[in-house]
Structure formats: C-alpha cells, structure tokens
C-alpha cells in the first residue's frame, strides 16, 4: 500500500516502529485509507459507525450494535477493529477522562468479532459481544444510543463451509462464542445440521439467554433448541459451565466428548470450528485429529493495527518447507481461522 503523506516521526509499538502519520490514521481517522474512492464501499477501510444499543447479555458480557452506512457484507469469521472517532473520549466516570484516551495519548483499535449481521437501508447493523477487561472494553460500555465509533473493517478470513459434511459442531468457550452466531447463520443457510456447545465458568457469564420454555439438558449427551441466539439460527445446544452452575457440569472439552460418544457421525461427515481459550481449542484440535475430523480454529491475537504493518499478531504454525518445520503468520491478515492441524498452540522454540 503506498501512502503519500510525509513521515513526521515513528510511534514505538514495542515490538516495531510504525510512522506516526500511519499510526495516527489507523487509530482515529474515520476517512478510509485509500486513494480509490470508487472501491471504498466493497471492501475494508475505516468508516464512522453510530451506536444503535449496547446491553448487558450477562455478568460481565455485552452487545453493541452499531449502524454503519455502506459496510460491506462480512463473512463469518471476519472482524471489526474499533476505537473512539477522535482523541479526547471521556470514559472514566469517577473523574471524568481516561489518561490513555486523553487528547495527546492514544487507545489502539480493539479487534472483535463479528457476531451478528443485518442490512439496513443503505447501510448495516453490525453485532460484536464483548466482556469488560480494560481500558478499552470499559470505554465501550460507556457507549450509548447516537454516539460515534470509527469502525475498520470487514477484516480477515472466513470461516470455511465444507461442502460434503453435513453436520457442524461449534464449540466457543467463553467470549469465544461471538464468531460462532454468525456462523450458525452461514451453516444454516448452507443446510448443515449444527450444534453449538457453549462453555462458560458458571451460568451468569454465559452470553446468551436461555429460554426457559425448553428443557435445559444437565447431560451433555443431548443437545435442545435452549438458547434463543442460536436456536432462532437454526442450531440446538449443550451448555456446559466448570462449576455446573448451569447445564452440564465440567468443561467444554469434556462436553465435546460425551456429545460425540453419545451421537456418532462419520469424521468425513462432520466438521469441528472452534473458538476461545487456547487450552480449549488446543484440546479440541488434538480431539478431532486423533479422530480424523476436520476442524478450524479462529484465534485471538492483540492488534496494534490489523493491516500487517506492525507485525504484532503473530501466530506459529507449521511449515514443512522451513528448515525449522514452522514459521509466524498474522492472525489479521492470514487468519484469524486457521487449520487446526497447521497452529502450533506451544511456542516451538
């Protein structure tokens, strides 16, 4: 990408330099970057997005809905990389702004996937669930109704739909389950039979609403139509949380296994996408290949700018035509899905 603009200093990102002029635009400009005006709506770049709500789906979950006109259609497995329209966002209730988002600090854009999807008009609502962890979630839960976001994005790979199997398990642990919404729409569409099991470490931190109409299994030999976000996407559950506080006590690993020993698919006829801790999917990655099963994970990296350019997301996987066996790639522009079997999840040095 060519960038015409005078470089008038560097920004030290702590693992490389990145010319301030880059790092400035990547953070606050709500212009996108590119020299092509006529392409800007059918494919990512930086546009102002306005909040249509954003509301607590548990504990410590919450979905936020922005409205933003002439966003491309996103795929399931594609991001969003948001952060404040401009310097100066006050966040901090207490005294009333935030040192890092203060005017002459800076917030790096935050990666979320995408979990929901909607044409409206001209434009789109887009979905992402998120938990609070920081600086930058904290400001997020600061947002209300008609307030503005600089949204980059539709960002990353997709989620592949394997044509010849016709039965998909999603497994998400924790804030792992967003990407896992809007691929349930993707498998739905495509015809597959599709069962989420949702982990979390105890029922209030669960991101989805349990209906209480239908029976909410404690086995994790059965899936039901419990949680509304994915049985109005077509796809039945097994909730699973560590202290069994809700569904079936134990972790979602261990849910995987007593749902596949109790309904057996053949491994070509059925595919594993999984999402959240890396021990998690770790396990489900050695779960499916000791079985013969095809399975994707969609990985979680830190973006400093999730264009490529400050290298910061790396993930390690196997290269055979290296002489080490293995090689990095970026998690924004390779991934965030990634074979499972390719992922190296111990660092190979």
């Known amino acids: 990408m060519a960038v015409s603009f005078a470089v008038a200093g560097f920004r030290d990102l702590g693992i490389a330099l990145v010319p301030e002029v880059i790092f400035t635009h990547l953070v606050y400009n709500t212009t996108p970057m590119t020299m092509n005006a006529k392409n800007e709506d059918s494919r990512c770049a930086i546009r102002r997005g306005e909040v249509v709500s954003n509301v607590s789906l548990c504990r410590e979950h919450l979905r936020l809905t922005i409205a933003v006109e002439g966003f491309p259609t996103p795929v399931a497995g ?96 924790g804030v792992g389950l967003p990407p896992m919404l809007f691929l349930s729409e993707a498998l739905r569409d495509a015809g597959k039979t599709t069962v989420a099991l949702c982990g979390a470490q105890m029922g209030d931190l669960l991101a989805v609403t349990i209906d209480s109409t239908v029976r909410l299994s404690t086995t994790a030999r059965e899936a039901t139509a419990s949680a509304v976000e994915f049985a109005v996407r077509g796809a039945k559950v097994v909730v699973s949380t560590d202290d069994g506080s809700l569904g079936f006590k134990g972790h979602v690993g261990q849910a995987l296994t007593e749902f596949c020993e109790a309904n057996p698919v053949a491994p070509d006829d059925l595919v594993v996408y999984t999402c959240g801790p890396e021990r998690m999917m770790e396990f489900v990655a050695q779960f499916c290949e000791s079985r013969g099963i095809r399975c994707y994970v969609c990985m979680e990296r830190a973006m400093a700018c999730g264009t490529g350019m400050c290298q910061s997301c790396v993930v390690p996987v196997r290269d055979e035509s290296d002489v080490q066996g293995w090689r990095y790639r970026l998690c924004c522009m390779d991934g965030p899905v990634f074979e499972a079997g390719e992922v190296l999840f111990s660092q190979p040095f």
């Open 78 to 173: 594609q991001f969003v990389h948001l952060s404040p329209e401009r310097r100066g966002t006050c966040v901090d209730g207490e005294n009333g702004c935030c040192d890092s988002l203060d005017v002459g600090g800076a917030m790096l854009r935050r990666a979320f996937s995408i979990a929901g999807f909607r044409a409206v008009g001209r434009g789109a609502e887009i979905e992402v669930i998120y938990r609070v962890v920081g600086v930058g979630t904290r400001w997020m839960s600061s947002l209300r109704a008609g307030d503005a976001v600089s949204v980059l994005g539709p960002q990353g790979n997709a989620f592949p739909i394997v044509s010849d199997a016709a039965n998909a398990l999603l497994v998400a642990g």
